[in-house]
């Protein structure tokens, strides 16, 4: 499933602390690992100095992966553009199964959001992509790997499950604990005289939808739990984005799972997408998978 690894480098330290999770992915997977950075075109000049910076890269990151598995082929590709065009292109034109990215790179760490590149990539690119969040010191592996523990945030929608997929060959290869999570809505908004107000639901409503999502949990546990049995369920009132990286931090989670949502993917993060928000708020590296929903022919 992973066969083919893109990482988008930029001649930064900050966007080399992907490089842990490549490494875990490629000695488990055998991927194959491209690295690849983009000089635009008022710096082309440089592009001899980013072909050697790739290659030593390149030669070192080989060197690590093979130390834990067998031969892993690991290349190095620089093109002229704008970043984020020529790493979207590269993608759909070389069957790259997963893009894996830092957060922040040359630009350096912005609080609260997310860097140009990465999220232009994740605005347009459709193949799976993680994002790992740059942070100061850096992340340390846990004895269980960076893919030890795994939380996954569902909806009980369709187009939420279309990263259970990713979610059952990281459990298959990592032998990864995954917790099911859903946020239950504590009320909803309606219109009144005075405009719009926020009304809390009842005890027997509350506990209903409680039930109610729990069943559902169990249901897709047991579509997984014949990959792996340390999967649970869990589930939680208020906020969706504050519950998620709440629960994150609290179970110890060292990656999210989460499915892009919409018709078409993520391009309304400016309206407030869930994820967007948590590739904002979370300190987790972010799995998302597009969501893809087919039109029906009439």
């Not at 553009?81 to 979207?88: K, L, M």
């Not at 760490?109 to 193949?127: E, H």
């Not at 030890?148 to 032998?175: C, F, Q, W």
């Amino acid at each position: 499933m992973f066969d083919r690894i893109l990482v988008p480098l930029d001649g930064s330290k900050l966007a080399e602390q992907v490089f842990p999770y490549v490494t875990e992915l490629a000695r488990a997977f055998g991927s194959e690992v491209i690295l690849i950075e983009v000089c635009e075109p008022e710096e082309s000049q440089y592009e001899h100095t980013c072909e050697i910076y790739l290659s030593t890269v390149a030669e070192q990151l080989g060197s690590n992966i093979e130390e834990g598995a067998g031969t892993v082929k690991v290349r190095a590709v620089v093109l002229v553009g704008r970043p984020a065009e020529e790493i979207v292109s590269y993608a759909e034109k070389n069957d790259i199964s997963l893009i894996i990215m830092t957060s922040h790179g040359r630009s350096g760490i912005m609080p609260q959001c997310l860097g140009s590149t990465a999220y232009k990539v994740l605005q347009r690119v459709v193949i799976p992509s993680m994002v790992v969040r740059v942070i100061e010191p850096l992340a340390e592996s846990s004895k269980d790997g960076l893919f030890g523990r795994i939380l996954v945030p569902l909806d009980g929608s369709e187009r939420a499950e279309a990263v259970l997929p990713y979610v059952m060959e990281l459990m298959r290869k990592l032998n990864s604990e995954v917790i099911l999570l859903q946020v239950v809505a504590s009320g909803k908004h309606v219109h009144t005289i005075g405009g719009l107000d926020y009304v809390y639901f009842g005890d027997r409503d509350a506990d209903s939808m409680k039930i109610s999502t729990q069943k559902y949990l169990g249901k897709v546990r047991t579509r997984l739990v014949g990959k792996k049995d340390s999967i649970r369920c869990e589930v939680r009132t208020g906020d969706p984005v504050r519950e998620i990286v709440k629960c994150a931090n609290e179970t110890d989670s060292r990656l999210i799972a989460i499915s892009s949502h919409g018709h078409s993917g993520i391009e309304r993060w400016a309206y407030g997408s869930v994820t967007y928000k948590i590739l904002q708020s979370s300190n987790q590296a972010v799995l998302v998978a597009r969501s893809v929903i087919r039109e029906q022919k009439h």
